[in-house]
């Protein structure tokens, strides 16, 4: 499975964006996807997700509140919406694929990783 993310950029505090990530390849063995995000110096923490069965979005702390998480009818594609961004959320958010079951919310549990895309939030 590859994934492919694409949508970051800059934006101004208090802004809206829109990540999406395509899965191509085996695509049909991926069970969720999700979002990370890595801010310089900082560990890669959990953003949400979405669980295919279902199409059950769930959301760690990092972003909880100002962030959707949403899928394609195809099940190969999962977008990030983001809004009220702050400076703070400036990071490389990277997809990733998972073939268990349940709604995985670390690192270890996902099984492919996109190439991750910048978002920069000024300030």
């Known amino acids: 499975v590859q994934l492919q993310a694409s949508g970051g950029g800059l934006v101004q505090a208090g802004g809206s964006l829109r990540l999406s990530c395509r899965a191509s390849?085996?695509?049909?063995?991926?069970?969720?996807m999700g979002w990370f995000r890595q801010a310089p110096g900082k560990e890669r923490v959990f953003v949400g997700g979405i669980r295919w069965s279902g199409d059950s979005a769930y959301y760690g702390d990092s972003m909880k509140g100002r962030v959707t998480v949403s899928g394609d009818n195809a099940k190969t594609t999962v977008y990030l919406e983001m809004n009220s961004l702050k400076p703070e959320d400036t990071a490389v958010y990277y997809c990733?694929?998972?073939?268990?079951?349940?709604?995985?919310?670390?690192?270890?549990?996902?099984?492919?990783w996109g190439q991750g895309t910048l978002v920069t939030v000024s300030s």
């Open positions: 390849g085996r695509a049909e063995s991926v069970y969720v």
């Open positions: 990733a694929a998972a073939r268990v079951r349940g709604l995985p919310l670390l690192q270890y549990q996902y099984d492919y």
